[in-house]
């Protein structure tokens, strides 16, 4: 018999852009089975100049790999409600919202966002690593529903983010939409350097201002997309950004990621986000839990943000203790924060200490190094 050989890195999926990330010397990694770049190395690059330029002027970020579901029909209102948190009755044709997929016991199955695209008709945008098991978990929960259609059309779009104050108006530059008149979580159809029907939308996963543009998948029509908002931007400094930018930026503003501070052993109420939790809205999957936890006084543990004091940086997983030394929890996310220069970190603890906003130590390598609580977000844009 043959040696078992490991997977070789063809068989990863790859956006439409791959070979441009790799013509730029991209440092590609497995991100949920896709080859995606997480920084562009090279003169003044890397991954804290990427961030730098999102939060100072315009970065462009490769997202195609996420997913993207639709239903159709008269059905689609009570099958979107059915499944997810927030109260999607609300939503205007051209309007978006952020929401989630809610197991029975109020955990998470994704963490999405809601497209409002017309009556009877909603796309929902999920994350690349669990695309697949959330298209079969909608078809289990309402797939037998009368009057919906549901599609995975994943592989028809792709996306690209650019983000930062000068995203308007690089974006701008390619279309004779008014982006100014597009309110934050709404979005429009338009022509964009030249390239028809382009989902635009005021989105993003970085804390500032910015736009996701949805085109057709194919190489060229994606290419296109991508040299010209780079063009477009050359003037305010735009970088192209992986995904190591995308998360210490989406950490800075205090954004959740799944499987850190959300996930299927986590519900809404310890991950903080009850924002956007429309308990009143009527029966979902998840509501009766979650109504349970309130009744018992609230969830027994919380996330909650923490700013090292000492020398050390809090990486994920690391654990948390009381400064008796007693191991009360454990670091979701953690990493320096490149803007805010300091090291941040987000932590499951118990309620009780998160409450009463006292000091921990984080074990970092075998030293307790300490830290404080702090609000979340740790850094929010100022508002024009």
Wanted: hydrophobic share 40%; aromatic share 8%.
């Amino acid at each position: 018999m043959s040696t078992p050989v490991a997977p070789a890195a063809e068989t990863l999926k790859k956006t439409a852009l791959n070979a441009t990330h790799r013509a730029l010397k991209a440092k590609m990694v497995d991100f949920g089975g896709w080859d995606m770049p997480v920084e562009y190395p090279g003169p003044g690059g890397g991954l804290i100049a990427e961030h730098m330029a999102v939060r100072t002027g315009v970065g462009l970020f490769d997202v195609s790999h996420m997913g993207e579901i639709q239903f159709r029909g008269p059905g689609s209102l009570a099958a979107v409600q059915q499944i997810t948190m927030n109260d999607a009755s609300r939503l205007k044709d051209g309007q978006a919202h952020y929401s989630a997929l809610l197991t029975p016991q109020g955990t998470f199955v994704d963490d999405i966002l809601v497209h409002r695209l017309g009556e009877n008709d909603y796309l929902l945008v999920v994350n690349a690593g669990t695309k697949d098991k959330d298209f079969a978990w909608i078809r289990q929960q309402v797939g037998g529903w009368p009057g919906i259609h549901l599609s995975d059309y994943s592989s028809y779009y792709s996306q690209l983010a650019v983000q930062g104050p000068r995203a308007l108006e690089t974006l701008q530059k390619l279309t004779k939409v008014d982006l100014g008149a597009i309110k934050n979580y709404w979005f429009t159809w338009g022509q964009v350097a030249g390239i028809h029907n382009v989902l635009i939308a005021r989105t993003g996963y970085s804390g500032e201002d910015g736009f996701e543009v949805y085109t057709p998948s194919d190489e060229a029509t994606t290419v296109k997309m991508w040299e010209a908002l780079l063009e477009a931007g050359a003037e305010f400094g735009i970088r192209p950004c992986g995904l190591g930018a995308r998360n210490t930026l989406r950490l800075e503003a205090g954004m959740s990621l799944y499987g850190h501070e959300i996930s299927d052993e986590i519900n809404v109420l310890e991950a903080g986000l009850e924002r956007w939790l429309k308990l009143d809205k009527g029966e979902f999957i998840g509501r009766d839990a979650l109504l349970a936890v309130q009744a018992a006084d609230g969830p027994k543990r919380r996330i909650v943000g923490l700013e090292m004091v000492e020398r050390g940086i809090a990486r994920d997983g690391y654990s948390v203790l009381s400064l008796a030394g007693e191991r009360i929890g454990a670091i979701t996310s953690g990493s320096p924060a490149p803007f805010l220069k300091t090291n941040i970190a987000c932590a499951m603890v118990p309620a009780a200490v998160a409450a009463s906003g006292e000091d921990v130590l984080v074990e970092v390598r075998g030293n307790r190094v300490r830290a404080k609580q702090v609000p979340l977000p740790f850094y929010k844009r100022a508002r024009k």
